[in-house]
């Protein structure tokens, strides 16, 4: 006798669905599945609160006045970042420049904060984090490579940030600046290539 072919009644169709929807759920809760969640969903959130994040902030930094005026080295020691206003001014070959708004850099806690506040010219030619402490460094000891490369770092600063002044040597007298007087700038390093970022 021939049996009747087996058909699956819809009892059986029911119990089949949920296993295999089980098995992809217990896939997915593996541990191993579980962690590579994690780490995405971490990842994801240091993405986007970093892109967010530094421009919110960024954005809350109040727009300071302009500064136009020379300075002794004991002047410029007071822009380091630390005051109520937070303005961090740095010089370089003899000019100071107003790097407030890259003050993560040179600011407190900012990688090159050695140089907030100090003649970085030294530094920036022998390529060390450190800054003078001489009253007035002349640079004059620094062999031609390294005052180029003080020239190119000047550059970079002329391109990037605001000019404030001349760094005075001892005995010197500051300019006296008005807003008709157009910015006195050094011409040595108007022809030189210059680098974009730092």
Do not use: C, H
């Not at 021939?2 to 089980?22: G, V």
């Not at 421009?55 to 002794?72: H, Y």
């Amino acid at each position: 006798m021939a049996s009747a072919p087996e058909t699956k009644t819809a009892d059986s169709i029911e119990t089949e669905t949920p296993s295999s929807e089980s098995s992809i759920f217990n896939e997915f809760l593996s541990p191993v599945n579980l962690i590579l969640t994690v780490i995405i969903l971490v990842l994801l959130y240091k993405i986007l609160r970093g892109r967010f994040g530094k421009s919110s902030a960024e954005q809350q930094v109040p727009e300071l006045p302009k500064i136009r005026k020379d300075m002794t080295v004991a002047e410029l020691r007071q822009f380091d970042g630390t005051q109520a206003d937070g303005r961090v001014l740095v010089a370089v070959n003899g000019w100071i420049f107003d790097v407030t708004r890259g003050r993560r850099f040179y600011g407190p806690g900012g990688p090159y904060a050695a140089f907030g506040g100090k003649d970085a010219s030294r530094g920036l030619a022998t390529f060390s984090v450190t800054s003078s402490d001489k009253e007035y460094d002349d640079l004059s000891d620094l062999n031609s490579m390294e005052m180029e490369s003080v020239k190119e770092w000047e550059a970079q600063f002329r391109e990037k940030y605001e000019l404030v002044g001349k760094l005075l040597k001892p005995g010197e007298e500051p300019t006296n600046y008005s807003d008709e007087e157009p910015e006195e700038t050094d011409n040595s390093t108007s022809n030189q290539d210059e680098k974009k970022d730092l």
